[in-house]
């Protein structure tokens, strides 16, 4: 008899929880947090204040949190429409977990709830992440961007080339302005 060989087992798919910030007790929405600061060396606590209030997509491994991405409502302006926009925030893997799927499998779940609750997704992405977000079917936005600021409207030229946008149910015209809410911090 010949010994016969299993094939090599393929990594499970990621396993996420989507909850609601409302939903998520402390101790999980430290550990995201902590993990965010230890993504990102540049997170601001405002950072992290962007990313509560809406839907948190959670990774967890051996009951360790090792992924976080969450998508909150704001508001863009474009071409004289006000469009309800789910915009994701504070997507991050553990360093030694990355390259397995779980960022995929937690896009999946928050472009899911982009495509059923809003007119568009959108999200401001480092030159790193261009890729992951092109092959998803984000597109850059060509046009300038604005921000509605307590001073009335200013440009936000400096995130020009780094916002992408999921088209969902909204016809765009990506080299139109788009003006987005104020906020503390980083607006885009």
């Not at 609601?20 to 540049?42: E, G, I, P």
């Not at 009951?63 to 474009?78: K, M, T």
Request: proline share 5%.
């Amino acid at each position: 008899m010949t010994p016969t060989t299993s094939p090599t087992p393929r990594p499970r798919t990621a396993e996420v929880r989507l909850a609601h910030t409302s939903d998520v007790d402390t101790a999980t929405l430290k550990a995201a947090r902590a993990l965010l600061y230890d993504v990102f060396d540049d997170m601001t606590s405002e950072d992290w204040e962007h990313a509560l209030g809406g839907m948190h997509a959670l990774v967890h491994e051996g009951g360790e949190l090792i992924g976080h991405a969450s998508v909150v409502q704001r508001r863009l302006l474009h071409n004289g429409h006000a469009l309800r926009c789910g915009y994701v925030e504070g997507v991050g893997v553990r360093a030694d977990r990355r390259g397995r799927g779980h960022g995929a499998a937690m896009m999946d779940a928050l472009e899911r709830v982009i495509r059923n609750a809003y007119d568009l997704g959108a999200l401001g992405a480092s030159d790193e992440a261009t890729a992951f977000y092109t092959a998803r079917g984000w597109q850059p936005w060509r046009g300038r961007s604005w921000t509605f600021t307590p001073d009335g409207i200013q440009r936000t030229p400096e995130e020009d080339g780094c916002i992408y946008v999921l088209p969902t149910s909204v016809p765009l015209d990506l080299d139109a302005d788009l003006t987005c809410d104020w906020r503390e911090g980083d607006v885009w």
